[in-house]
C-alpha cells in the first residue's frame, strides 16, 4: 500500500521562472538539475518530498501533461507570517484567509496556473500528525503552547462548530492513527 507522497512534479513552459517564484513566494529552495535524457529542470525538497519544476518535454510518454493542471496543499505552522511575508512580496491572494473547523487557508494561482492551497491545520489535527510521526511532537507542542494554534472547531466568525461535526474529527483522527508511518529512506540532503 502507499506510503507518503514521494514527489511533486509541476510541469513549466518557464521552469526557471516558476522555480524563481517558488523560492520568493514560500521560501523553497532549488537546484537546476541535468540527469538521464530530460532537458533542464530545478528540483528542491519540503520534508521529504521532492519538488520538480519541468519543461514538458520531459513528458513524452504524457503529451496530455501541461501547464498550470496541477492542485497542490501547503501546510505551514505559522499561518500569519507567511500571510505577512506574501503582502510584503505584493503577491496577491486568491481569496482572503478563511477559518473553518480544520484549518485556516487561503489560495493563489502560481504563474503557470496551478492552484495553491496555503493552510494551517488546527491543533487536534497537527497532533494527530505528530503522533504518526509526520511531524515533530515536540515543535508542535511548543507552538501551541505560544498561542500559534487554534482549536478545532473555531471558526472566522468566533463560533464553534456544532457538537456533532466533533464526531467527524474523531473519525478523522481516528483514520489518521492507521495511515502507515514516515518513509524510512534518508532525506537527499542528510
Known amino acids: ?10 510541469v513549466s513552459k518557464s521552469p526557471e521562472a516558476l522555480a524563481a517564484f517558488y523560492s520568493r513566494a514560500f ?3 532549488f537546484r537546476r538539475e541535468l540527469h538521464d535524457d530530460m532537458e533542464p529542470h530545478f528540483g528542491g525538497y519540503l520534508g521529504a518530498t521532492h519538488i520538480g519544476i519541468h519543461p514538458p518535454g520531459n513528458f513524452p510518454d504524457g503529451p496530455e501533461t501541461g501547464a498550470g493542471g496541477a492542485k497542490v496543499t501547503f501546510d505551514t505552522l505559522d499561518f500569519d507570517a507567511l500571510i ?7 503577491i496577491p491572494l486568491h ?6 473547523a480544520w484549518s485556516r487557508m487561503t489560495a493563489r494561482r502560481d504563474p503557470d496556473g496551478n492552484f495553491i492551497e496555503l493552510l494551517q491545520p488546527c491543533n487536534e489535527v497537527l497532533r494527530a500528525a505528530a ?8 515543535k508542535v507542542e511548543t507552538f501551541i503552547a505560544s498561542g500559534g494554534g487554534y482549536a478545532y472547531g473555531t471558526s472566522s466568525s468566533g463560533r464553534v462548530t456544532p457538537a456533532g461535526s466533533r464526531v467527524g474529527l474523531e473519525e478523522m483522527l481516528s483514520r489518521s492513527a492507521h495511515l502507515p508511518a514516515p518513509s524510512p529512506y534518508p532525506h537527499p540532503s542528510a
Not at 505577512?84 to 505584493?90: A, C, F
Not at 503522533?131 to 515536540?138: D, I, K, N, P, V
Open 1 to 10: 500500500m502507499l506510503n507518503q507522497v514521494s514527489a511533486i512534479l509541476l
Open 27 to 29: 521560501g523553497l529552495s
Open 84 to 90: 505577512h511575508h506574501l503582502r510584503e512580496e505584493r
Open 95 to 100: 481569496y482572503e484567509p478563511v477559518t473553518d
Open 131 to 138: 503522533s504518526r510521526g509526520q511531524a515533530t511532537g515536540e
